[in-house]
């Protein structure tokens, strides 16, 4: 069971990810962990050498890239991530990355809908 509140979002957004249809979760990079739908990824979470009471994922938002970047913690997107309108949410050891969940779990959605299928895009959308 997750200890750390970064532990248990991050736990809970893979939950939420995998009710979505044709997807997995995997190892990504490195360290890091992904969700994919149909073995193209859609959600990254970790970073090298990231400590438990901490959280990075990224997300490909199409429609709130540009508002997602004035949140305060959201990095600032850069090369080919800003180009493909990738976001990079950061929580660090003293962000309530619970209170959050909301937004996370939409921008998830975001996510999937922008990488999967048109048919697949369509179920969530719909649903």
């Known amino acids: 069971m997750p200890q750390t509140p ?9 939950a939420f990810g995998l009710t979505f249809p044709d997807t ?12 994919y739908v149909r073995k193209k990824m859609f959600c990254v979470f970790g970073e090298k050498a990231q400590k438990l009471d901490a959280l990075t994922i990224l997300m ?3 429609i709130s890239a540009e508002m997602a970047e004035e949140l ?26 619970l209170s959050e969940m909301t937004t996370l779990k939409g921008w998830l959605k975001q996510s999937y809908v922008a990488v999967a299928p048109k048919t697949l895009g369509r179920q969530i959308m719909l649903a």
């Open 60 to 62: 490909k938002l199409p």
């Open 72 to 97: 305060p913690f959201v990095r600032p997107a850069r090369g080919w991530y800003k180009q493909h309108q990738w976001v990079t949410a950061y929580f660090g050891p003293d962000d309530d990355v």
């Open 24 to 35: 997995s979760s995997g190892p990504a990079w490195q360290t890091t962990r992904a969700l």
């Open 6 to 14: 970064h532990q248990r979002a991050e736990a809970e957004l893979i």
